[in-house]
């Protein structure tokens, strides 16, 4: 057994488990008439309902135990003052800063990283502003009115997500598409019906060699080029965003149009950085900012709530909960939102690349579960797909399911239709909880699954980012309390350098398998 499972906290937990494992949750709220008031955080138009968990006071204690063994508020404590949270890469974690309005936000002792922040925010703004107003013109002197953002993993996932849950704030003459796919047809899917001499291309790339990234980038050169002619000046058609100015100004993108990132921000955490640009684009300058500050106010919480108060901090411990003494190997994330339904999507990153671990902090083996598998899309289509398994299937998944509470546009049709929308989130959480009693054994549920409920009174940029930034939150203490590093990601890297030999005909290093593949596949090509 490691030092975590055989540590007095977890082996108490272990023996509630299996004290508690038949319980049904409809008996725990009959026999506790506070459940719901205690059972739940508001925070500032976000609510979270945790009532429909398998929980009792008890367990509540014996999870909180487990945070306070695990060091919870001196990890928090260390990220936000730029401790190296990151040991096996020697750096801190300070996307925090990236929204931060203190005057000062420290990424060691004696080195302040806001002035760099500051001075990129506003240059990114104020060339988000340009854009929108119609004052960045291409080779041709026509203004700029699509956007093409070309990025992978998290230099798409987020600014691709906060742009689509943010449509109403929408410019109506400005077009946003996102480009992520090695595949040709990704591409030529986002140039239909775009007029060369008008469209912008945003390479989004740390390094600026992602090969999926400069692969597009270079095919966007070739059909600027094709139709605008090989000049220099097609390179105003170009915004980087990189921290390889260097290789940028090579591929002759002007000074001017170079918008840094940091080896103190992992792409996954990024969009709050220059990486957001496509999000001030879209939405606007008001809009990005007010993002930042739903951001702010979850990490002002996160850091003064006390442990039994804490919206990360609950929901981490519910995760564990499940996922290390239930055996749920996964999760699902069910926004009751069609502006949300890429968050599923972004979150799948943000959890299983930060916690998809097999060795602590230490680099040992674990003997214990680390991230659940996260799936899910937008509800109510979600209905209509897998909830069947959800309600009546073998498997455990514990449910996030995320509702605003007024539609984005305000309308009769718009009340109505939201009305029967929430409707239909609070019915699948209810269903989940009770089930349903049947004499037809196909027509009986047993209930007793697990599910979450996030209000917002309406999704803005606000809440958006506060919603964000919790989940952020969430995975960092899942990652204290399982005694894993969050914010690396070497087996992308392997996935990376594998992809590069096959690339460059180096079967000797791969297996048997793929150089016959490859083999194959060099005869179909002749």
């Given amino acids: 057994m490691s030092n975590l499972t055989s540590s007095p906290a977890w082996l108490a937990l272990a023996t509630h488990q299996r004290e508690i494992a038949s319980q049904h949750m409809s008996d725990l709220f009959a026999a506790d008439s506070g459940r719901i008031q205690r059972c739940a955080i508001d925070l500032d138009g976000l609510f979270l309902d945790y009532s429909k968990h398998r929980i009792t006071a008890e367990t509540h204690g014996l999870l909180l135990a487990l945070a306070q063994q695990a060091d919870v508020p001196v990890w928090i404590t260390r990220l936000f003052s730029g401790d190296k949270v990151n040991n096996t890469e020697a750096r801190p974690a300070l996307h925090m800063a990236l929204r931060s309005d203190a005057a000062l936000f420290p990424a060691a002792p004696g080195r302040d990283v806001m002035p760099a922040v500051r001075e990129a925010r506003g240059r990114m703004l104020a060339f988000a502003t340009a854009l929108r107003e119609g004052g960045v013109a291409g080779v041709n002197g026509k203004a700029i009115r699509n956007v093409v953002n070309l990025g992978v993993g ?4 987020g600014p691709r997500m906060a742009a689509r849950a943010l449509r109403a704030f929408a410019h109506p003459d400005m077009r946003l598409r996102f480009v992520a796919n090695a595949d040709p047809a990704d591409l030529d899917a986002a140039l239909q019906g775009l007029d060369p001499a008008e469209t912008l291309f945003i390479v989004a790339s740390k390094t600026f060699t992602t090969v999926e990234t400069m692969s597009n980038a270079h095919r966007a050169r070739a059909w600027l080029t094709a139709a605008l002619g090989d000049s220099p000046r097609v390179s105003s058609h170009f915004a980087a965003v990189t921290t390889a100015t260097d290789k940028a100004g090579a591929f002759g993108i002007a000074p001017e149009r170079l918008f840094p990132m940091w080896d103190w921000v992992g792409g996954r955490y990024s969009l709050w950085s220059s990486v957001g640009l496509p999000i001030a684009i879209a939405a606007g300058t008001q809009a990005f900012e007010a993002l930042l500050a739903g951001g702010r106010a979850m990490d002002d919480h996160f850091r003064a709530a006390p442990l039994d108060r804490n919206m ?3 929901m981490a411990l519910l995760s564990v909960w499940y ?51 996260l799936w899910g899309t937008a509800g109510s289509v ?23 509470i007024h539609a984005a546009v305000s309308g009769a049709g718009e009340v109505e239709a939201q009305h029967t929308l929430v409707a239909n989130a609070l019915a699948q959480g209810a269903a989940l909880m009770t089930g349903a009693a049947a004499t037809d054994p196909h027509r009986s549920s047993p209930g007793n699954k697990p599910s979450s409920t996030l209000l917002m009174n309406r999704l803005t940029p606000r809440t958006l980012g506060m919603l964000i930034a919790l989940y952020e939150h969430k995975v960092f203490v899942e990652g204290v309390l399982l005694d ?28 048997p398998s793929t150089r016959a593949l490859m083999a194959r596949i060099a005869k179909s090509r002749g």
Wanted: aromatic residues 8%; glycine residues 10%; charged residues 15%.
């Fill in 382 to 404: 979600s209905q209509h797909s897998f909830h069947q398994l959800l309600l009546q299937g073998t498997h455990l998944v514990p449910v996030d399911f995320i509702v605003p």
């Fill in 484 to 511: 894993i590093n969050p914010f690396d990601q070497w087996g992308v890297e392997l996935g990376k350098n594998l992809a590069k030999a096959i690339q460059n005909g180096e079967p000797g290093a791969l297996d």
């Fill in 154 to 157: 998290g230099s798409d996932l």
């Fill in 323 to 373: 996922s290390a003494f239930f055996g749920a190997e996964t999760s699902a994330i069910l926004p009751y939102s069609e502006d949300l339904r890429e968050l599923p999507t972004y979150l799948q990153q943000l959890q299983m690349e930060s916690n998809g671990k097999r060795v602590n902090r230490n680099g040992i083996g674990v003997d214990y579960p680390t991230s659940p598998v």
């Fill in 312 to 314: 990360p901090v609950t």
